[in-house]
């Protein structure tokens, strides 16, 4: 497979170059022979095709498309979103002033913006949850067991739905008298509980549809992660007396590392910028405000472009930092386990 | 890789997106100054406009269609087009960085005061429009930018029938009688005695909207601009929030706010399970509709003022919709401005949706009877310095027009948040007073 996706462009730079470009290659002294033996009657047919400009371009233009579009959807609003957080822009005046570093400095020292990251704990907490829930479950799901790909379905089925739906439907389930209530009553538990009534209950109800919703993509990437390893190993495993706990320790985990780590990362950032359900839910009332929110509170309702795109630039430059600590802690180093 | 061609390439698709993009920015910049007149001969008048609405349900229903077909009666050669944005704030906000944000819009909060002649074309000089309600919200050194489509005014909508079932028949006269009346309502009947829509978030807004009530002041909203703190024992903003706060302290609102429903809680409220909601009068027909769509009679619902009198009356403040203005980038600035005139003076619009006209001549609408038989004081709140009351407002990141703060006020009275009611409107004062300070007349 490698061997002949290597050989192939390289034998067609080699022929399609002209003489000078050859004489070129020669005095950097580098692999001009075997292109020279090759040339055949194959290579002299096509040569005028490999010649042509249009074939250079031909990749730019398959990726004109989407280089275009990444362009103008992700790398020039990013780029002017940089720019706003240098004025006091409002949001719809033509006029905007540029103010330096201003917005930064008030984000530095307005302590009250930081403290909703407080509430990112709860999401993170959360992740773990559901990280630990995701494995358990892919565990078992990768051993033979009845009905295994129904379940898979189930654990996948809520990543699918739209997250503004999920922030609906559990609106409903969360409301007085709703779905949790009268599922809790049958047990006979009755509960005058308003789930999203008080801080602490808020957050740890709007987390836990975040678990709910987020379970299914952990899952899968561990399930694909875990079902890559060879099963002759387990069968070694086996015959030299190891049980599932032993299994897990020592061929499934070691194995799966890397997948773990990348779960972890996308949690922290996913837990620092939690949006959709809790702005669907609460709108961030109730201290379940989180900085995604504010930061839309900022833009476009009090006409701060200027600071909220400040705001956004330093959540992202927090992410990225967190990852690169992160990377520095645990290094992604290649998995062998033959 | 990195040979010439490649490089031209890639530089080119950039320079062609970028070009692309300038093209789509540089909004305003307009020819400013030419007044958008009413035209001379209905007959002459002609072109296309596009009439940007947050009324998605006119438009989807036909309504807006009827109307712009009995305008094609007097002016046959303008074609009316209509434009529903559900979202209109947000939409049409970022629709102003181009030209093309219709030619007859409303407009939206965002857009500071300063701004308008870059944005809309001038309609006429104050004296010009003074027969229309609150066109001192869009004047601008002389000239007025927008025409309000109609006023409302602001109160509580109750179901008769609840309040007359606990026993209370009169109007309360004061915020403890108010209170006391609720208090029967939850002991005398199975409703809810007040429904704070807190969920939903805008219905507390309409607190807002009784600024000027208990001093019967014309001038209360402009009385916000500068470092006055709002929120001082006795202020217009102190009464309202304060009676808000005992409602949901003395539990007598909902259970659980964190899950209302602003569209069943119509239904509630028509059907007799909510006893009051504080709205402006524009909700008096849905919730009349409401009422017959659960067996119950539109008679049942009622409107009462904030219960608070001066000199022996109630007061009501009357306070303007959105502006209808017209854009400096239209074509057909002429029919722009005779849709305007047209729609706020003979569609009959105002009449039929039970809202006051914004022609000052014009009399009051059924809806409010009950306050014209029961004689109370109407005034149109000036907005003449609502422009630096919004700059103090963002500034101060507090939002008068949001529901937040009130959103937090609620969560401090029934114990989901820290603090005391003294402590926050200590603390809403101290930053309305900074931000007063920063901001520049």
């Known amino acids: 497979m490698t061997q002949t996706t290597d050989t192939a462009p390289e034998g067609a730079a080699m022929t399609g170059r002209s003489s000078t470009d050859k004489a070129k290659a020669d005095a950097q002294g580098r692999r001009p022979r075997p292109a020279g033996r090759r040339r055949g009657p194959a290579a002299r047919r096509t040569r005028s095709w490999r010649d042509s400009p249009l074939r250079r371009i031909t990749p730019w233009l398959f ?39 201003d917005n930064y400095v008030q984000i530095f020292t307005r302590p009250e913006l930081f403290r909703v990251f407080f509430v990112s704990g709860y999401y993170l907490a959360a992740s773990v949850v559901q990280i630990v829930v995701a494995l358990y479950f892919a565990v078992i799901l990768s051993f033979n067991l009845r009905f295994r790909n129904f379940f898979k379905g189930i654990l996948f089925f809520p990543y699918l739905i739209n997250g503004v739906a999920i922030g609906f439907v559990f609106l409903y389930f969360f409301q007085d008298g709703g779905t949790l209530d009268s599922v809790l009553d049958q047990l006979g538990v009755t509960t005058d509980h308003p789930w999203l009534g008080d801080p602490t209950s808020a957050n740890v109800s709007l987390a836990g549809v975040s678990v709910w919703r987020f379970t299914g993509l952990n899952f899968v ?13 387990y069968e070694a495993a086996e015959l030299d007396g190891a049980g599932k706990w032993k299994q897990f320790r020592h061929i499934i985990a070691p ?41 839309i509170k900022l833009a476009f309702q009090f006409n701060k472009t200027g600071l909220a795109s400040a705001a956004a630039v330093v959540l992202l430059l927090i992410i990225l930092l967190i990852t690169w600590i992160q990377r520095r802690l645990v290094p992604d180093d290649k998995v062998d386990l033959v | 890789m990195g040979n010439k061609k490649t490089t031209a390439f890639s530089s080119a698709v950039l320079a062609a997106v970028m070009l692309t993009l300038s093209a789509c920015g540089g909004g305003g910049g307009g020819a400013t100054g030419e007044v958008a007149a009413p035209p001379s001969d209905p007959k002459e008048v002609s072109g296309e406009i596009r009439v940007l609405t947050q009324r998605t349900d006119l438009v989807q229903n036909g309504t807006l269609q009827k109307y712009a077909a009995e305008f094609n009666k007097i002016y046959p050669k303008v074609k009316v087009k209509f434009d529903g944005i559900t979202d209109y704030e947000g939409e049409v906000k970022i629709r102003m960085n181009t030209k093309a944000y219709g030619d007859v819009l409303f407009i939206p909060g965002a857009v500071a005061k300063n701004d308008y002649p870059k944005f809309f074309a001038p309609l006429g000089t104050t004296a010009e429009l003074s027969k229309y309600r609150f066109s001192d919200k869009t004047e601008v050194d002389g000239k007025v930018y927008g025409i309000a489509q109609f006023g409302t005014a602001n109160g509580f909508v109750y179901n008769k029938k609840v309040w007359k079932q606990a026993g209370v028949t009169e109007w309360p006269k004061t915020p403890e009688e108010f209170l006391a009346a609720l208090k029967a309502i939850k002991e005398k009947t199975e409703a809810t005695p007040y429904y704070t829509n807190f969920k939903d978030g805008w219905p507390l807004v309409q607190w807002t909207n009784n600024l000027g009530v208990v001093g019967c002041d014309a001038q209360a909203g402009n009385a916000l601009a500068g470092a006055v703190s709002p929120w001082k024992a006795g202020s217009e903003l102190n009464a309202g929030d304060t009676l808000l706060y005992d409602i949901v302290k003395q539990g007598l609102s909902e259970k659980d706010p964190t899950t209302t429903n602003w569209e069943s809680s119509k239904a509630l409220l028509g059907g007799g399970q909510i006893a009051t909601m504080m709205l402006g009068s524009w909700s008096i027909t849905q919730m009349q509709d409401a009422a017959e769509d659960v067996n119950g009679s539109a008679q049942d619902i009622g409107f009462m003022p904030f219960p608070v009198q001066k000199n022996g009356k109630h007061c009501a403040a009357l306070v303007s919709d959105y502006q209808q203005a017209v854009s400096i980038h239209s074509e057909n600035k002429p029919a722009a401005r005779a849709w305007i005139d047209w729609f706020t003076e003979k569609s009959g619009f105002a009449e039929t949706e039970g809202v006051v006209s914004a022609v000052k001549s014009a009399p009051m609408p059924a809806t409010l009877k009950d306050f014209t038989d029961n004689d109370v004081t109407f005034f149109d709140r000036s907005e003449a310095k609502t422009a630096t009351v919004n700059d103090i407002d963002e500034a101060a990141e507090i939002g008068l027009n949001k529901q937040d703060y009130r959103q937090k006020l609620i969560d401090t009275a029934r114990g989901a948040a820290k603090g005391s009611l003294e402590d926050f409107f200590a603390d809403l004062n101290k930053r309305w007073d900074e931000a007063a300070k920063t901001v520049g007349s």
Not at chain 1, 77 to 90: G, L
Not at chain 1, 221 to 233: H, N, T, W, Y
């Open chain 1, 63 to 101: 990726l004109a498309a989407p280089l275009a579009l990444l362009i103008t959807f992700t790398y020039v609003p990013v780029a002017s979103m940089i720019s706003y957080s240098f004025t006091d822009w409002d949001g719809v005046s033509p006029d905007r002033e540029n103010v330096g570093f």
């Open chain 1, 221 to 233: 990437l561990f399930l694909g992660a875990i079902q890559s390893i060879p099963g002759e190993l």
């Open chain 1, 255 to 295: 194995s799966i590392k890397p997948v773990i780590s990348l779960s972890a990362i996308l949690a922290i950032s996913g837990s620092l910028s939690v949006f959709e359900i809790p702005y669907i839910m609460t709108g961030g009332a109730t201290g379940t405000q989180t900085f995604v929110i504010q930061t």
